[in-house]
Nanobody
């Protein structure tokens, strides 16, 4: 079992930055990849970014490419999402997720086995 706990969300103005963190505990060594998803009120959960735990290769949604950076510190069992140039449309609950083995694509939420409870990001205009 893997437990994920997000932190770092908050209320910021457009153009600001936030660094989200996700601390993993339990059998985190069994994880092959981790990702960030977000869900705005009344909308479906959407893929934001993902990273392979060992190789460090990354993939991003087009909506955040060039503004967000996903990274990990395996020694600390922590995943990060650096969010820059935030826009009001980035407002959402951000969730951390972990995939125990590769299932074909990183952008589908159904392929992730473990989820955190989320951290709220609110961007005012």
């Amino acid at each position: 079992q893997v437990r994920l706990v997000e932190s770092g969300g908050g209320l910021v103005q457009a153009g600001a930055s936030l660094r989200l963190s996700c601390a993993a505990s339990g059998r985190s060594g069994s994880i092959c990849a981790m990702g960030w998803f977000r869900q705005a009120p009344g909308k479906e959960r959407e893929f934001t970014a993902a990273i392979r735990r060992i190789e460090g290769s990354t993939v991003y949604a087009d909506s955040v490419k060039g503004r967000f950076t996903i990274s990990r510190d395996n020694a600390k069992n922590t995943l990060y999402l650096q969010t820059n140039s935030l826009k009001p449309e980035d407002t959402a609950m951000y969730f951390c997720a972990a995939m125990s083995y590769y299932k074909g694509t990183y952008s589908r939420s159904e392929n992730y086995d473990y989820w955190g409870q989320g951290t709220q990001v609110t961007v005012s205009s």
